[in-house]
């Protein structure tokens, strides 16, 4: 007699798909990796590893696809994610934002962006800043790349931002974000994994654009994690 293979049927509710086992979940990041909505070189395991990242940070598996990285074999989230998380987490001050501007003279080592924000258990704001001095002394500034237009020479008022929003958040709001690295963070190691394949010096090639990015445009929130900041990219076998 043949053995006969039962099918777990897959509750659908409200909000899309209901995973409610490791099986469930299994299956799901099987048909994510053949649709091609993940990386390039994602695997089932992989994919589902950030489901279950995401499901520890409270948002949904599809979210976790689109805004979790991995890299150096840590889950690391896109930095719209953290901004997303904060908000909506309600540990800010009843009348409290994340607020975001500059000073100085534009692009001058004193032109610097300012991050502040007020938690409902602290008296006063907390300010994070990151200045065109810090970003040299990073050597990011101007930083080439050898594929296309550096973030860092085409979009420098948006990655001076970026930058100053992920300090703000791993300083004063690791209880939301749950220790989770920021991209842009993970991304300035010297030798990467992104899902099972080690680059050096950079991004792996199929997150970062062969020209100018459209998410980018003034009209688009930025994905600052599709920046390169590494410089040159060197795909290992």
């Known amino acids: 007699m043949s053995e006969r293979k039962e099918i777990t049927q897959v509750t659908a509710g409200e909000r899309g798909l209901q995973l409610r086992s490791i099986e469930e979940m299994f299956r799901f990041a099987q048909y994510a990796v053949k649709s091609e909505i993940v990386p390039r070189g994602d695997t089932p395991e992989a994919v589902l590893i950030k489901i279950q990242a995401g499901a520890e940070l409270g948002i949904t598996p599809m979210r976790a696809l689109q805004n979790l990285v991995v890299f150096n074999g840590r889950v690391s989230m896109m930095e719209k994610l953290a901004n997303a998380l904060v908000l909506g987490s309600g540990v800010l001050a009843a009348d409290g934002q994340v607020e975001v501007w500059f000073t100085g003279q534009e692009f001058d080592d004193d032109y610097t962006c300012h991050v502040r924000s007020r938690r409902r258990d602290q008296n006063k704001s907390n300010e ?39 300090h703000h958040f791993q300083d004063h709001f690791g209880d939301v974000t749950l220790g989770t690295a920021l991209s842009e963070a993970a991304m300035d190691d010297g030798v990467i994994t992104v899902s099972g394949r080690t680059v050096r010096g950079g991004i792996a090639p199929t997150l970062v654009p062969s020209g100018p990015d459209p998410l980018f445009a003034d009209n688009v929130e930025t994905d600052a994690e599709a920046c390169d900041d590494g410089g040159p990219v060197e795909v290992v076998p």
């Open 128 to 166: 994070t800043t990151f200045s065109v001095k810090d970003a040299k002394l990073a050597r990011l500034w101007g930083k080439a790349q050898d594929r296309g237009v550096s973030p860092w020479v085409a979009f420098p008022k948006r990655m001076l931002a970026a930058r100053a929003k992920q």
